[in-house]
Structures are given as structure tokens and as C-alpha cells.
């Protein structure tokens, strides 16, 4: 167990609908990474955070937003869903957000499908 | 562009035998180097990290990496690899900017270990 955790674990949706993936990372870390994994696309970095802001943006589409609360609990926010969302989305989070050298601890995943 | 490459999909090995999985990587500048497993159904766990000094880094489960900065790659191994170690095998790097950071993943090795 990574001590991070995820909810929902599974999520089912349909087309045009709009999603809240939670996450709650490790006591003590202030970063919180969110990464979509997918068959096609592998495993992309979205976005991160740090202590409540925002701190690196990767592949992330403009109908998706997150964001850190001041408990450091982070919610992923996926609007007018598509089919090709479906992937499992990770949180990870770490220790710190001004050295990269700290390793990311994962939490299990929620399965997002789209019909 | 900065990429992450792990040539093998898939890595056959026998119990008891030596294994390697491959990375290598095309980022500029000095970049931090991780090795992640993933089980099924499960989160990536973090095994291992480069950030300097030896080049031969040891980590969980009796897992080590080689980094050889003139081929830029992180080789992952086991001397002696185990059924339970079957999973699938992410290399990672991070750029050395501060500011945010964009972890890269490889597309992942699947591992095989045949009893």
C-alpha cells in the first residue's frame, strides 16, 4: 500500500457526461501528480501540483482541470467526455515540488469508462 | 523532443536467470532516472532512482540499474529473477529544470519469468 488513495475505483459514464476523480496522497507530501494510462497512448504526465498550486502541465486537454485543496487532496475534473477517455487515471504524489529528484508514490487507479 | 525508450515490449526470461530490461533516453542535461513496476490491477511502485554518483544503482527486490551516460541509458537487472517478479517494467526520467516536473515514462517492458 502506497498510502495514497483514489476514489472511485471504477467509474462508468456515458458521452458528454462530466467526471470528479479524488485523490488523497501520502501524510506529508505536498505534490500531487495526476497521469492518464491508456493502451494506445501509454502513460502520460497531465499535471501537477504543489501545496495548493499548480506547478507542470503535460498533456493535458483543455476539457480537463484539477486542481489541490488547502488539505492537499486533489480532484481531477474530466468534462464532455469521450470515448477516448476511457484509461485508468493515476494520482501519485511525492515529498516535495522544488527538487524532481523524489520518487512518486501511486495510488491504485480509477478505471474511467465511456459508452 | 525528450523521449524515454524501452525497446523490448516484451522480455522472456527462465527463473534463476539473469534479466535486463532497456532504457534509454534522449533528454538534455543532467536528468533523473526511475524505475517503476507495475503489477495488474495495481499502481506503479517505485523500485529505484539515478540522481548521481555510482552508476550502479540498487533498489527493491534485488533489482539494480546501470546508468551509462555516454549511451544515455538505464538499464534495469536482476541477477537472478523470480516468478513473482512477472509485471510490467516503466523506465522515467525527469528533466533537471526547476519549475515543474514533466516525468517522461517509456511505453513499459512486459516481463515474463517461466517457471
Redesign the interface.
Known amino acids: 500500500d502506497s498510502g495514497v488513495t483514489q476514489t472511485p475505483k471504477h467509474l462508468i459514464t456515458a458521452t458528454g457526461q462530466r467526471v470528479t476523480l479524488r485523490c488523497s496522497p501520502r501524510s506529508g507530501d505536498l505534490s500531487v501528480y495526476w497521469y492518464q494510462q491508456s493502451l494506445d497512448q501509454g502513460l502520460q504526465f497531465l499535471i501537477q501540483y504543489y501545496n495548493g498550486e499548480e506547478r507542470a502541465k503535460g498533456n493535458i486537454l483543455e476539457r480537463f482541470s484539477a486542481q489541490q485543496f488547502p488539505d492537499l487532496h486533489s480532484e481531477l475534473n474530466l468534462s464532455s467526455l469521450e470515448l477516448g477517455d476511457s484509461a485508468l487515471y493515476f494520482c501519485a504524489s511525492s515529498v516535495g515540488g522544488t527538487s524532481g529528484s523524489n520518487e512518486q508514490f501511486f495510488g491504485p487507479g480509477t478505471r474511467l469508462t465511456v459508452l | 523532443a525528450q523521449s524515454v525508450a524501452q525497446p523490448e515490449d516484451q522480455v522472456n526470461v527462465a527463473e534463476g536467470n539473469p534479466l535486463t530490461v532497456k532504457c534509454t533516453y534522449s533528454v538534455s542535461g543532467n536528468p533523473?532516472l526511475?524505475w517503476?513496476v507495475q503489477y495488474p490491477?495495481?499502481?506503479?511502485?517505485?523500485l529505484l532512482?539515478y540522481?548521481t554518483g555510482d552508476n550502479l544503482v540498487k533498489g527493491s527486490y534485488g533489482f539494480e540499474a546501470e546508468f551509462n551516460k555516454s549511451q544515455t541509458s538505464f538499464h534495469l537487472k536482476k541477477p537472478s529473477a523470480l516468478v513473482s517478479d512477472s509485471a510490467l517494467y516503466?523506465c522515467a526520467v525527469?528533466?533537471?529544470?526547476?519549475?515543474?516536473?514533466?516525468?517522461?515514462?517509456?511505453?513499459?517492458t512486459r516481463l515474463f519469468v517461466k517457471a
Do not use: S
Open positions: 533523473y526511475f517503476y490491477n495495481r499502481g506503479l511502485q517505485f532512482k540522481i516503466f525527469r528533466p533537471p529544470y526547476t519549475g515543474g516536473f514533466k516525468t517522461i515514462f517509456g511505453a513499459g
